[in-house]
């Protein structure tokens, strides 16, 4: 969780230019984005237009070309891999359209892994992991292998798992995307839910519904912030809701 | 708790649940395992019985015997024969203070020894009590060797070997007996223990019969030393001491020095360590041999690993994804690859012990699997064994795991 309204995230002239060998291709151009404390931001755009850089950028898990990237003040373009690591166990939880869960594991044990990464103790693991799911309403099914679970809930068991360390940011790629309109809703409460408890969320999303439930929607057009407000732009480019 | 250590609990967590299949690689490293396992205790068995064939020979004699003359010396004419006596045995005890004991043997070929109306030939020796250490003239329960008293006195008394025992007596006890040798009576005092037979030394031990050397006089008469051995002091050298005995005999033979032909040398301590080297070099190719087994068995291992890493590229990008360092990936391809080697190498070497337990079980009656002995499992055996395991462990797993921890984590997630 982070305090209200202190800039977490700030990326200024951002910049990811992928060498495909002849050619190369800008992803992002000259971005500056700050994201503070208690923020729910939707990030949307045509496909190809750089989300999925942008979010890779944030999350730390790839390094731009050009440009700046403050997390809570430290330049990450600074940061070896090992550092990166730590910085993105401690400090910033994923969530994938695609959940990402260990089939052979219970979602208690999905959801303690990276508190084993962060180097905590079994029994607090065990105590923290119960705790998170206990949050997304899948206490009951903590002993379940995750491939026992419906789409809904390993989706909600790679929340739980994202908000193990009590990071200071989610970073969610398209969360309802696999999954129903009713059971997605259910997940929209989820992240609903957690961002009035104070958690700061980043979400990717084609999702209108979802996007027009966040306190900011930035669009992304050509690698560029077309749009960067509380309202979803009316503009052609912008994708229909999915239902 | 280190990444390493992360890595390592994650991978013992779900060890089995469904991330590899590895029954086809436990059984290639059970069966390299239990190869090489076998070469190297057929090694070591066949090295026990050289070892078992030396201590029949002798506790390291150094065996010499006389030969004759190829050089002149001081007037003397070259093709000169050499004598071996009592003075020059004398002469070396006190002389050569590295010497710690001595002993001179008169022998004789086909003897006729009788017992009743039975009458064997055979090789006879006339020879001293400490044979019994030196030459390991151990005698069976019920018996004895011949002692200093039977020399003194020189008594009738004689010593079997065992196959000459029952040539001689069959399933009777021979101890007490008396037998005839050139209408002499003489009493068996004791029978040899079994034993095999490095060199041969005028024929097998065990098929000879010893008397007193004092005895051997007074029934064939006073004659030169058919052959002397001596042993030498633990911290000395068998080279420098061979030097010292033939400048004595040089001198008091008179022959010089340097004529090797003059005196003869069969040094077992030498043929040792000659063999010693061999043994261990037999040791080595039997174990690279079955290295090989192991190493093909490794690469299915490394191939398996490459595999179950593809196959787990997006979990890995995962684990980077969520906070996992490199140690803590690496260590579980490298934990994972060292549990299946130490699971395929025990069940490879509780295979072997058991093949090697039932081999020592059946009775080897043909005299060349005889002399290659039984395979004889050891514990250097078992610690190089282990090393081995762990080294392919470490080497299956090595490739592999630097494979996992280059991924990039945003590919790993794309990974189909």
Redesign the interface.
């Known amino acids: 969780m982070s305090d209200a309204r202190s800039a977490i995230i700030e990326m200024r002239g951002i910049t990811k230019i992928y060498d495909g060998g002849s050619l190369e291709v800008a992803a992002l151009r000259d971005v500056d984005l700050t994201v503070r404390g208690g923020e729910m931001i939707a990030v949307i755009g045509a496909s190809g237009s750089g989300k999925s850089t942008l979010m ?1 950028l944030i ?1 730390c ?2 390094t731009p070309t050009r440009g700046t990237y403050r997390f809570e003040g430290r330049d990450v373009t600074l940061l070896d ?2 550092e990166l ?2 910085l ?3 400090s910033i939880g ?1 969530v ?1 359209q695609s959940f ?1 869960l ?4 219970t979602a208690r ?1 999905n959801v303690e ?2 508190l ?4 905590l ?1 079994s029994r607090a693991r065990r105590e923290r992991a119960t705790e998170m799911l206990d949050r997304v309403g899948l206490r009951e099914r903590s002993e379940h292998l995750s491939t026992q679970l419906s789409g809904g809930e390993m989706q909600r068991v790679a929340i739980a ?1 994202a908000l193990a ?1 009590r990071p200071k940011v989610i970073l969610a790629d398209e969360p309802t995307g696999n999954l129903d309109s009713r059971t997605g809703r259910g997940i929209l409460e989820v992240f609903v839910k957690l961002w009035r408890e104070g958690t700061t969320i980043v979400l990717i999303t084609h999702d209108m519904r979802l996007a027009r439930l966040c306190t900011r929607i930035l669009q992304l057009q050509d690698g560029r912030i077309a749009h960067d407000g509380t309202e979803v732009p009316v503009e052609d480019e912008i994708p229909l809701p999915i239902d | ?3 390493g250590r ?1 890595g390592l ?2 991978m013992v ?2 060890l089995g ?3 590899s299949r590895p029954a086809a690689i436990l059984l290639a490293v059970g069966w390299g395992t239990l190869a090489m396992m076998l070469l190297l205790a057929f090694g070591e068995g066949l090295k026990l019985t050289m070892e078992t064939g030396r201590y029949g020979l002798g506790l390291d004699p150094v065996i010499v015997w006389a030969g004759t003359t190829t050089k002149p010396w001081m007037g003397m004419k070259a093709g000169r024969g050499i004598d071996l006596n009592e003075e020059d045995l004398a002469a070396l005890e006190r002389e050569i203070p590295e010497i710690d004991e001595v002993a001179g043997e008169r022998q004789r070929w086909a003897v006729d020894i009788t017992w009743g109306s039975k009458a064997v030939s055979t090789h006879l020796t006339g020879v001293m009590p400490c044979y019994e250490r030196i030459r390991t003239h151990h005698p069976q329960r019920g018996g004895r060797f011949l002692n200093e008293t039977d020399q003194a006195q020189g008594r009738r008394v004689i010593f079997l070997g065992p196959d000459l025992k029952d040539r001689l007596f069959g399933p009777e006890a021979a101890v007490g007996q008396s037998v005839q040798i050139h209408g002499v009576p003489f009493t068996v005092v004791g029978v040899m223990i079994d034993k095999q037979q490095m060199g041969m030394y005028s024929g097998p031990d065990v098929n000879k019969a010893s008397i007193p050397l004092s005895t051997f006089e007074s029934v064939f008469g006073k004659t030169e030393y058919s052959l002397m051995l001596y042993t030498i002091k633990p911290d000395a050298d068998s080279k420098e001491v061979e030097k010292k005995v033939r400048e004595v005999f040089a001198r008091r033979q008179r022959f010089d020095r340097e004529d090797e032909s003059a005196l003869h040398f069969w040094d077992t301590i030498e043929n040792r360590k000659e063999t010693a080297k061999v043994m261990n070099g037999m040791q080595i190719f039997l174990g690279l041999v079955g290295g090989m087994t192991i190493l093909v068995a490794g690469v299915g291992l490394a191939n398996m690993l490459f595999v179950m890493v593809h196959r787990r590229t ?2 890995i ?10 140690a ?1 990936i690496t260590s579980q391809v490298v934990g994972e690859s060292l549990i299946l080697a130490g699971i395929g190498g025990y069940l490879g070497i509780g295979l072997s012990w058991l093949v090697v337990e039932l081999l020592q079980r059946i009775p080897i009656k043909n005299e060349g699997l005889q002399f290659l002995g039984k395979p004889t499992l050891s514990l250097p055996l078992g610690i190089v064994t282990v090393a081995v395991l762990v080294g392919i462990g470490c080497l299956a797993g090595a490739l592999p795991s630097r494979r996992a921890a280059r991924l990039n ?2 590919e790993a ?1 794309r990974h189909e």
């Open positions: 890779n999350g898990l790839d891999g090992e690591a730590g993105r166990n401690r994923f994938f990402h260990l089939p052979y594991a044990e892994m990276p084993l990464f962060a180097g103790p798992r360390n | 708790m280190g990444p992360q609990a994650l967590r779900f649940r469904g991330r997006r979990e990008g995962m684990q980077m994804a969520i906070g996992a360092r490199k803590a984590p945003v997630l």
